[in-house]
């Protein structure tokens, strides 16, 4: 880790008048939660087209079967790592204003994050494809599948962003004012290869926040606007950011 490189960011951090985190599944790996890309990538193991939109609709069970093996039996039981803790402690102490996450594992809320904007939802809820009744997941049993609503007996759906569905309207219009708001962005642990919500980093730079990026390798963002790429696992750059915070 290049220590000056992180006083420097630090040293921003502390400067920041109104500093936005932008997180992907790169946080969340310490927790156990493997990424979609690369070499340990979900998208290795698993076809997308059991998250996409259409194949939900026509094959309900076949995709619930896969949406349960990958998320549900993983998530319940995770726990946030330091990287969300510094996050939500950042906030507390106002170093921080929000968070806009692609993540759907709740993850950020569980640290303690009170501010933070789901671009892909989340799979703490269930929405009816007929009533768009919706249902914390806990009320949902998961040993029939697929779960049918209670109200109407539709099919639910996780609440998350399905390929080819559109992002929560609220979400993307919360977030690209957040962006332009910046004038710090801190982008931790994603590919930057998903639109629209990889345009947000990009409208905070083009609104001339400064951008620190975390990640263990380098992304189309290092080169394109990121001011301070600081190389690392999110987990152990997060901590030394929060020991320098006096978190
Ligand atoms: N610390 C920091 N960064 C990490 C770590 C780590 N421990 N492990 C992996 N990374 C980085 C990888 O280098 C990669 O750049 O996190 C990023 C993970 O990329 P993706 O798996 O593509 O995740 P993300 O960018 O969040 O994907 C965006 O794509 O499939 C959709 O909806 C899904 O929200 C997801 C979206």
């Known amino acids: 880790m290049d220590i000056t490189k992180l006083d420097q960011a630090v040293k921003l951090i502390r400067k920041a008048k109104y500093a936005v985190a932008f997180t992907g599944a790169g946080i969340s790996v310490e927790s156990g939660i493997p990424p979609f890309r690369g070499k340990h990538g979900l998208w290795n193991k698993v076809d997308p087209i059991f998250l996409e939109i259409e194949y939900f609709k026509n094959k309900p069970l076949q995709s619930w079967k896969i949406i ?22 950042m906030e507390e102490r106002s170093f921080l204003e929000t968070i806009i996450t692609q993540n759907i594992d709740h993850l950020h809320q569980k640290a303690g994050s009170r501010y933070v904007y789901e671009l892909h939802g989340t799979y703490k809820q269930l929405v009816c494809t007929e009533c768009s009744s919706e249902f914390d997941i806990s009320f ?25 569905e559109p992002i929560p309207a609220f979400a993307k219009k919360r977030s690209f004012e957040e962006a332009k708001k910046a004038d710090l962005m801190l982008i931790i642990g994603t590919n930057a290869e998903v639109l629209p919500a990889a345009d947000i980093p990009v409208v905070a730079k083009e609104n001339g926040a400064k951008i620190i990026e975390i990640n263990i390798k380098e992304t189309h963002f290092t080169k394109e606007i990121t001011d301070f790429y600081l190389q690392g696992k999110a987990s152990e750059i997060m901590k030394e950011i929060g020991k320098k915070l006096y978190l």
Not at 70 to 88: G, Q, R, S, T, W
Not at 140 to 164: E, M, R, S
């Open 68 to 89: 349960k093996e990958i998320f549900y039996d993983k998530l319940n039981n995770i726990e946030p790592n330091i990287a969300h803790k510094v996050l939500a402690k």
């Open 140 to 164: 949902a049993n998961l040993d029939f599948l697929p779960p049918t609503c209670y109200i109407c007996k539709g099919i639910l759906k996780p609440d998350i962003v399905f390929f080819n």
